[in-house]
């Protein structure tokens, strides 16, 4: 599987999801129903830099006795997959699994139309987008970001005090 440690994280659908993993000193958590687009795609603009190059993993299909299911995530509807790699995770003992798909060097433009597409209620697929700073993980109720550098959340976590989720934050001695 992808290392994805310099977030401290693991991403495995049968864990919990990037931000239950990780710190509050190392995430921020915005609600869906508190952001509008204009605000979503800023926040899109302010983690991802285009000097930084973006990558994207997602559940692509998941395996049922030996069988490979697609996740018919329709990723390929908002981003270009040219090149991909795919890492298998598999259960021996049960014969399931699941099929990660890598993709690297996605455009910012195509991270803030599939992201919108998910704030319009489009279904969207078990999926983060990260570069070398920040990891997106997002849904149809939250965007959370991930960063490898606790000053660079604490920036966020100002710029966007009144708009951010910090019920998670009260709990840190």
Sequence with gaps: MLDLSRFQIELDIKKPTPYFQSIPERCIRFLMEDLNASQLKEILQTIFQEDRSIHLLFVAAYIHRFRRYSAKARVGSSITIRNWKEYIVEDKGDYTGVVYA?????????????????????????????DSVFLLYMSTDVVDVIGTDVNAIRSLKETYAELYNSFHDKYVE
């Design 102 to 130: 890598h993709v690297k060097h996605i455009k910012l433009d195509e991270v803030i139309s599939y992201c919108l597409n998910v704030y319009r209620g489009h279904t969207p697929a078990y999926i983060v987008f990260y």
